[in-house]
């Protein structure tokens, strides 16, 4: 391992520190991200309330055409939506730092989280994640725990996976990509 490897974690886990522990103050990136995620959840309900919600004991079929009417009345109120929406220019380092320091404290690397996608065989060559499209569930490999606690809290609605590099906002109950920050997984984790 070099020293320039060494010497790059060791600034970004000092600059993640305020982050991570979180004093009483949050970034505007993430207070205006945390804003962002609410109007979308309220959006969200108000659909899914007119469209009808899935129930324990729903058929099949009528799941399959409730995720996808509610897919479509997102897609109707969200027309332009596109990367960087909620993962801004702002936000997009913060959560980088998050992520590598959330690895690192726990003694993981960004080898390892690709290693559970193999380890799963996902293959995340053969997807095409876009704003807007349906994200494909086979790609849903269960998430780190460390970083899902080091990443801003999500309405019941959203859900973060972490696909190749990328991470990615999920709508659950649409099926559908809110955003995705590419480049999410920095290589600059200490090699075990």
């Not at 993640?16 to 949050?26: C, D, I, K, L, R």
């Not at 690709?114 to 998430?143: C, H, K, Y």
Request: aromatic share 6%.
């Amino acid at each position: 391992m070099s020293r320039n490897t060494i010497l790059v974690t060791i600034i970004l886990v000092a600059m993640s520190a305020p982050f991570v522990y979180g004093q009483n103050t949050e970034s505007p990136a993430v207070r205006a991200f945390n804003a962002a995620t609410r109007d979308y959840a309220s959006m969200h309900r108000r659909l899914e309330q007119q469209i009808g919600s899935i129930q324990l004991n729903t058929p099949i079929e009528t799941i399959n055409r409730l995720i996808e009417e509610l897919a479509v009345a997102i897609r109707v109120e969200r027309p332009d939506a596109k990367q960087g929406d909620f993962f801004t220019p702002a936000l997009a380092p913060e959560l980088r730092v998050r992520i590598e320091h959330a690895l690192v404290m726990n003694g993981f690397s960004a080898a390892d989280v690709r290693q559970s996608e193999r380890r799963d065989a996902i293959d995340v060559g053969a997807a095409v994640l876009r704003v807007n499209g349906t994200f494909p569930w086979v790609l849903g490999a269960a998430m780190f725990p460390c970083v899902i606690a080091a990443l801003p809290p999500l309405p019941p609605e959203l859900q973060y996976r972490i696909v190749g590099d990328a991470l990615v906002l999920i709508d659950v109950h649409a099926s559908l990509i809110v955003d995705l920050l590419p480049h999410a997984l920095v290589e600059t984790t200490i090699e075990r």
